[in-house]
């Protein structure tokens, strides 16, 4: 979430009203989380000065009864027991109020960066980059056809297992799958990326802490009240050092997740049904660094670049877009894409998302930056995350722009992981 000190100014108020109003949101929440922040702190100096009031007349209570002046204190003690209800009231009314501040204050997004193009219509994203591959294509078939005559994905069957989205990948298609993640993790770490694994599972307060409200209806799989399955590596990593301290010699930590990952796609009815490209449970190798707050635009830069240079290894054309601030998510502050082409039907596809989220992950952690405070304020570490090889949609990609009238080149690059050049059709 965003820090409370931006609501309290009211310079840094308005910038936040801006950047609602910028993500084509009602401001009147900025509004009421000042109002209530106010009444809150207000009634915390209450309590406050009740409490000392409490301690004063206890001491005075104390002293009486040693002088064995007990006759003098009756009505110290009326006073005494009223405070005490009217403080544990007032303090019943904080943590209300403070629970339904954080509440509310969660809803409000990251401040957006200016360069974010104010619409409402992805079709207004901004083209930052673009990269075209020289290799040539030798048929225009569908990925979806291709995996059938490589009888590689069993739609059907894993219909039958798992329901709408399931899906069996079998011999070849299994392999390529395996190889193109491997590879993905041989990539980041040549780039000095620690690789986690982590656990898929995560308790409800923890992902809470990570995840948006919205996406506990429509993206989350709840597997009971206590646990969540996750949506991405993104999630485990972003709270691992939750309550812990870095010193500026310590960062930057730069991460690269692997593990399966887990999403509804409840908004997404009857798009992409065709084949494995949005599926219920998929693998996906993700970067996340947690940096000093100074670094974050560079690293920024860096993991985007590292993303484009992955995607180049595998000869595949895409271009890199600014996502316009009516469709950023909460936790980002700027948001590319790397959308690839897919050869049939001549269309970009988002493969890949790089958000610098500031400190508006780290905050809800307590995951703190320095020894001190700035300006009389707390200082939290930045946040980052890109997405590497979000592994079927990738495959999807590929065999597209690998496909001959026989079967599908396998990638130089993956050639190692999968042990041949070239995998024949079967019917």
Not at 295 to 317: G, H, P, Q, W
Request: with cysteine; proline share 2%.
């Amino acid at each position: 979430m965003i820090d409370i000190a931006l609501i309290r100014n009211e310079e840094t108020r308005q910038l936040v009203i801006k950047s609602e109003l910028k993500r084509f949101r009602e401001a009147d929440i900025v509004t009421e989380v000042y109002e209530l922040d106010k009444s809150w702190r207000e009634n915390k100096l209450k309590l406050e000065q009740g409490s000392k009031k409490y301690n004063t007349l206890n001491k005075e209570i104390a002293i009486l009864k040693k002088s064995q002046k007990e006759e003098l204190f009756g009505n110290l003690l009326i006073q005494i027991n009223q405070l005490k209800t009217e403080n544990d009231e007032m303090e019943k009314l904080l943590k209300t109020q403070e629970k339904l501040l954080n509440d509310k204050l969660k809803t409000i997004g990251n401040i957006l960066e200016e360069e974010v193009v104010y619409s409402n219509n992805e079709i207004d994203n901004k083209v930052i980059n673009e990269y075209f591959t020289e290799r040539k294509v030798y048929a225009n078939l569908p990925y979806d056809i291709i995996f059938k005559r490589l009888e590689g994905v069993d739609l059907e069957r894993g219909a039958k297992l798992a329901g709408h989205r399931g899906y069996i990948l079998k011999e070849e298609v299994a392999l390529l799958k395996t190889a193109l993640a491997n590879y993905a993790v041989e990539f980041a770490r040549k780039r000095k990326y620690c690789l986690i694994q982590p656990p898929v599972l995560m308790i409800k307060e923890e992902i809470a802490k990570t995840a948006q409200l919205s996406d506990f209806d429509d993206q989350l799989y709840k597997v009971n009240d206590d646990f969540y399955l996750i949506a991405t590596s993104e999630q485990p990593i972003s709270m691992m050092y939750e309550n812990e301290r870095f010193n500026p010699s310590e960062l930057p930590l730069k991460f690269v997740g692997e593990s399966l990952c887990f999403r509804k796609e409840a908004g997404a009815h009857g798009k992409d049904n065709r084949g494995i490209f949005r599926v219920h449970q998929f693998d996906k190798i993700e970067q996340f660094v947690i940096c000093a707050p100074s670094d974050s635009k560079n690293f920024f830069k860096e993991m985007v670049e590292t993303a484009e240079e992955f995607y180049k290894s595998l000869e595949i054309s895409y271009k890199v877009v600014s996502i316009v601030s009516g469709e950023m998510n909460n936790a980002a502050a700027i948001k590319y894409d790397i959308e690839a082409l897919f050869p049939h039907g001549k269309r970009y596809r988002e493969l890949v998302s790089c958000s610098n989220c500031t400190d508006y992950q780290s905050r809800n952690g307590e995951i703190r930056y320095g020894k001190g405070k700035v300006n009389g304020n707390k200082e939290y570490v930045h946040m980052l995350n890109a997405t590497l090889c979000a592994v079927q949609r990738t495959l999807c990609c590929l065999v597209e722009n690998y496909q001959t009238s026989d079967g599908i080149i396998v990638p130089e690059v993956l050639r190692k992981f999968y042990g041949s050049d070239f995998i024949p059709y079967k019917n």
